[in-house]
């Protein structure tokens, strides 16, 4: 199990004053007194920080990172007669090249005795991920201040957030190595044999009969872990034998990587393959419709798609996507007998413009329980969770 307080010890946030985003000589100087509960008191000491500064940029939807060193201390130390100011000083960088007022911003002090300063546009889905997973309830005119760090674990919808921000979730199932060496050997199993080894892991404990949207976020959580300690010991032996040259090395580290990548959609369409059988319920999965279209699951059948009298209702189709974006876009091409189409995804807090896109173009957003926590009510509204498609998918027979 892995918590948020394994990565952090406290956080302070608010949107960001004129003062604030404007810098004076190339330099920034933002907080309050209220930072001693997170970074304690500098004294008449000038305490420096390594931070990470991240802006979430709207325009290139690329996360802007970049590295450099902060002071921690009072500027009125050389005042007597006036009480103390604490402040954290920074040089311009790219990141803080392109605050604005009106950003939210959120400084998280690390228990490796790192800050994290994280940028993000006011009202945007990266101010609702920092939010979410911080549980920023306030962040006005004054620094909000958070002393306390979550010890739960970290939910299915917070470990991608984490990641999102660069920090690699130290999260795995070596306990169980052993047992998945001993099934697999050194090296990665197809996606189906490495699903079914990480569901029955947890064996009765997680029941899809039970609660299917449970299930599936346990189930990708397992599989997570199991991964990281297989992949551990594998890196391990391939860096022990060394490399030839730089190519060879390079050619490794990409395919690494690539694995990372390309494993968690066919996680997720192999847990939600299992929530189906569970719950009887008829489907095909990769059937072909039109051309070369191929939905991830049809139901009930591609013959029942064939049939020049089906309609929809009761043909539906679902798509698996683990992050959507603008890949939601390719579902519209997908069974055109079928208007309204499901999409299943693991997206955290999508705008809500993209969300009324999506509506307008009849995509119906399926997610699990803790992913639907960080879209603002309105859009939480209009979501549907996986028990719900179940009875739309296979009607008055699932479970």
Not at 42 to 55: Q, V
Not at 125 to 132: D, F, G, I, M
Not at 191 to 220: H, I, Q
Request: with cysteine; hydrophobic share 35%; net charge negative.
């Amino acid at each position: 199990m892995t918590s948020l307080s394994k990565y952090f010890t406290g956080t302070a946030s608010k949107y960001l004053s004129k003062v604030d985003a404007t810098a004076k000589s190339n330099q920034h100087e933002i907080g309050s007194n209220k930072f001693t509960a997170i970074l304690g008191d500098p004294g008449s000491e000038k305490r420096r920080f390594n931070a990470t500064f991240l802006y979430f940029n709207p325009s290139t939807e690329q996360l802007d990172v970049c590295t450099g060193e902060v002071t921690y201390y009072d500027t009125r130390l050389n005042q007597p007669h006036r009480a103390a100011e604490y402040r954290l000083y920074y040089r311009d960088n790219a990141v803080t090249e392109q605050m604005q007022e009106g950003d939210f911003c959120l400084v998280g002090a690390r228990t490796t005795g790192d800050l994290l300063i994280a940028v993000a546009p006011p009202g945007s889905e990266h101010e609702r991920r920092l939010r979410y997973l911080f549980d920023v309830k306030d962040a006005k005119g004054l620094w909000a201040v958070g002393d306390e760090v979550s010890t739960a674990e970290l939910d299915l919808a917070s470990r991608g957030i984490l990641e999102a921000l660069g920090i690699e979730i130290e999260d795995t199932a070596d306990e169980l190595l052993d047992r998945l060496i001993a099934a697999f050997g050194m090296s990665f199993p197809p996606t189906k044999e490495f699903s079914a080894f990480a569901r029955k892991s947890l064996g009765v404990n997680v029941s899809a009969d039970v609660d299917p949207d449970l299930a599936l976020e346990e189930w990708m959580k397992q599989e997570e872990r199991l991964f990281r300690s297989l992949e551990k010991a594998i890196v391990e032996v391939r860096l022990e034998k060394g490399f030839t040259e730089v190519d060879e090395f390079v050619s490794f580290s990409l395919s690494v990587q690539n694995r990372r990548k390309s494993r968690v959609g066919h996680a997720l369409e192999n847990h939600l393959e299992a929530v189906f059988k569970a719950h009887l319920v008829p489907y095909e999965r990769g059937a072909k419709t039109e051309g070369n279209s191929k939905p991830d699951f049809l139901f009930p059948s591609s013959a029942a798609y064939r049939d020049p009298a089906s309609v929809s209702p009761p043909l539906q189709m679902l798509a698996a996507k683990s992050t959507c974006k603008d890949r939601w876009r390719q579902v519209l091409a997908e069974a055109a007998k079928i208007p309204r189409k499901h999409l299943f995804t693991l997206e955290t807090a999508i705008s809500e413009n993209q969300t009324d896109e999506m509506n307008a173009h009849s995509i119906q957003l399926v997610v699990p329980p803790s992913v639907a926590r960080t879209y603002t009510s309105n859009q939480q509204a209009t979501l549907m969770n996986l028990r719900q498609f179940l009875v739309v998918a296979n009607p008055g027979k699932s479970k």
